[in-house]
């Protein structure tokens, strides 16, 4: 069963087509690469699959039980987050426990002898 299905899939902004009627399947293990110039359509192609933007005609399908996750291009980040705290943010629930074992590890070695990190780590 597929994750992602595109039907005769269409987007066009004003007059100039970036999908045009698209046929597209994304099935499980699959590993996809997207390349072309700018402003032929790759990230618009990635909104219509994740539900953000609606095609103009044609048929977008996704698994029920997808979750899909995307990194804006240019993402609003806290000044006040390291890239790491930033990037773990992306986990939901388990965002604090990954960077406290970052900061653990990393405490760790500086003092790898540390019986108080050692109990923390485990």
Same mark, same amino acid.
């Given at each position: 069963?597929?994750?992602v ?10 007059h ?5 009627h698209?046929? *597209? ?8 690469g ?6 032929t ?22 698994a ?26 992306? *986990? ?28 923390? *780590?485990?």
């Open positions: 069963m597929p994750l299905q595109l039907t005769q899939t269409s987007l066009a902004y004003g100039v087509p970036l999908l045009d698209v046929d *597209l399947v994304i099935e499980p293990g699959q590993r996809i997207l390349i072309g110039r700018n402003g359509g790759k990230s618009s192609l990635l909104r219509v699959i994740a539900g953000v933007a609606a095609a103009d005609d044609g048929k977008v399908w996704r029920p039980d997808l979750e899909l996750a995307s990194v804006a291009r240019e993402p609003d980040l806290d000044p006040a987050r390291t890239v790491f705290e930033s990037v773990a943010e992306g *986990l939901g629930r388990a965002t604090r426990l990954l960077v406290e074992y970052h900061e653990v590890t990393h405490a760790l070695t500086a003092a790898p002898d540390d019986a108080a990190l050692m109990k923390r *780590l485990h």
